[in-house]
Nanobody, 116 residues
């Protein structure tokens, strides 16, 4: 059974940091590119960060470049999103996604709220 379980969300003040984790199971993690998406209320789900299956390539949405860092540990089948200098506009539900040419899997999401 495929599972992607996000954790690490919560309430943080502007300028603060959070690290999200996404633990994967039930598929060959090392064969999948991993993504983080986010969806704010009333808005579409947007890609935030991408990392290739090997971890050799990463890319970010312009809105988070220089503040967010994606990483993965294939031995632990976990992907992370380090979020620094958080802004109120980063408030959203954050989802991880595993994608290959054959399949796409999604987690249930974790809420991140940036507010004073």
């Amino acid at each position: 059974q495929v599972q992607l379980v996000e954790s690490g969300g919560g309430l943080v003040q502007p300028g603060g940091s959070l690290r999200l984790s996404c633990a994967a199971s039930g598929f060959t993690f090392s064969g999948y590119a991993m993504h983080w998406y986010r969806q704010a209320p009333g808005k579409e789900r947007d890609m935030v960060a991408f990392m290739s299956s090997s971890g050799g390539t990463a890319d970010y949405a312009d809105a988070v470049k220089g503040r967010f860092t994606i990483s993965r540990d294939n031995a632990k089948t976990t992907v992370y999103l380090q979020m620094n200098s958080l802004k109120p506009e980063d408030t959203a539900v954050y989802y991880c996604s595993a994608q290959s040419s054959r399949s796409t899997y999604w987690g249930q999401g974790t809420q991140v709220t940036v507010s004073s």
